[in-house]
């Protein structure tokens, strides 16, 4: 595989393995520095964002994520350079940079006659599309943010963020997305990954679109498949039901509604089967290592009734996740309600922030909605 000279001619850093053409997947982490515990809620809060941020300036896509608190995961599409018009420029730079500096630059654009302008949007362009710079400008960014708010200097990370390039097919990538949503679980920090807020499982079941978005794109380069354990579940859970003869087209069918997802519950249902059958417990396979054997993961008989239920997430569980905005929330109520607190307290939002109440997902309050991210 062709690679990318990731240090200067005099630095033994090593070659990082990356693709130099073609767009691919590839799951990056990094540690805090002597692995110490740093990333609380707030600092979640403010990498994530920034890891948003700068991937719409960048034009990648964060397919799923996991905020530890001595480390994070993250599952990146990196897509092939293209070419980017001085509109979609200015809207990038809007989403990195303040206001101000983008006016300055869009003016001396503007003035600067064809050769300057040109050379701008290439300086800019260059940025783009390319994962050493994005993970350069989100750590560095990170780390000053982190030493201004706590008053200390240094190093906020041990070292080089690490890369995995993931071959683009469903066992690959599905593989990873799930070891990746798994790691609050095997960490003992819940008992589903959708309770834990700070991955993307957990952000798509709690309503986030750019972590459901992000789930989508797994769904549908599964095409539909599903883990021959679940199959095999599925086919004898159909086959006392009705004829054999009768078996496979439901299954033909179910498949072709996996891998054409029409909304969020499409695709949580297919996404959370390889969920659970990457995270089942594996301390009673004899087979298996030590290490495999001691690490967490979903029960056996809870892994058979998931796929019995094809993931459908039972009622009861989805209005537990739903009523965390009754306590999670900075405020209940009726939109004029929560608009009201919000120009109350207007500085604890930011400057592009102009609606406070956002919807309960599912409906199951018609009228009332929360004000969260304060």
């Known amino acids: ?36 515990f740093l990333i609380g809620k707030e600092e ?13 300036f960048s034009g990648i896509s964060v397919i799923t994520h996991c905020l530890m608190d001595n480390h994070f995961h993250l599952l990146l599409w990196v897509p092939e350079r293209e070419e980017v018009s001085s509109e979609e420029v200015l809207r990038r730079l ?30 800019v362009t260059e940025r ?7 993970m350069r400008v989100v750590k560095q960014g990170f780390s000053r943010w982190y030493n201004r708010r706590h008053d200390v200097k240094g190093s906020f990370w041990e070292g080089r963020y690490r890369s995995v390039v993931v071959e683009e097919n469903p066992l690959s ?52 498949y599903q883990p021959p354990p679940a199959m095999h579940v599925r086919w004898h859970q159909l086959h006392e039901q009705m004829h054999w003869r009768e078996i496979t087209p439901v299954l033909n069918e179910e498949r072709r509604r996996r891998a054409m997802p029409k909304g969020w519950r499409d695709v949580q249902a297919a996404y959370r089967v390889w969920l659970v059958y990457k995270g089942r417990s594996r301390k009673d396979e004899q087979h298996a290592k030590e290490k495999f054997r001691k690490r967490k993961g ?6 058979i009734e998931e796929f019995e239920r094809q993931g459908e997430v039972p009622m009861a569980k ?49 009228g009332m909605k929360a004000m969260r991210q304060v």
């Open 1 to 36: 595989m062709p690679t990318v000279w990731a240090g200067g001619p005099n630095r033994k850093r090593g070659l990082r393995i990356l693709p130099k053409q073609g767009a691919y997947f590839v799951h990056v982490t990094s540690r805090v520095c002597h692995q110490r």
């Open 44 to 56: 979640k809060r403010v990498f994530l964002d920034l890891v948003r941020r700068w991937a719409d």
């Open 94 to 123: 809007r989403r990195v940079w303040p206001e101000e500096k983008v006016e300055y630059w869009k003016t001396f654009y503007e003035r600067g006659g064809e050769k300057v302008a040109g050379e701008m949007i290439r300086e």
């Open 128 to 134: 783009m599309y390319d994962l050493p710079a994005f």
């Open 173 to 224: 990538v599905l593989a990873v997305a799930a070891y990746i949503d798994l790691n609050p679980l095997r960490a003992n920090l819940c008992e589903d990954p959708m309770d834990y807020r700070w991955c993307g499982y957990g952000e798509a079941c709690g309503g986030g679109k750019l972590a459901r978005a992000g789930l989508e794109v797994l769904v549908r380069l599964s095409r539909g």
């Open 298 to 303: 979903f029960d056996p008989v809870q892994v």
């Open 318 to 366: 989805l209005l537990r996740q739903r009523l965390r905005f009754f306590s999670n929330g900075a405020a209940i109520g009726g939109e004029g309600y929560l608009q009201s607190l919000m120009e109350d307290f207007r500085s604890c939002f930011g400057p592009k922030r102009h609606s406070a109440a956002r919807p309960i997902q599912g409906g199951c309050w018609p």
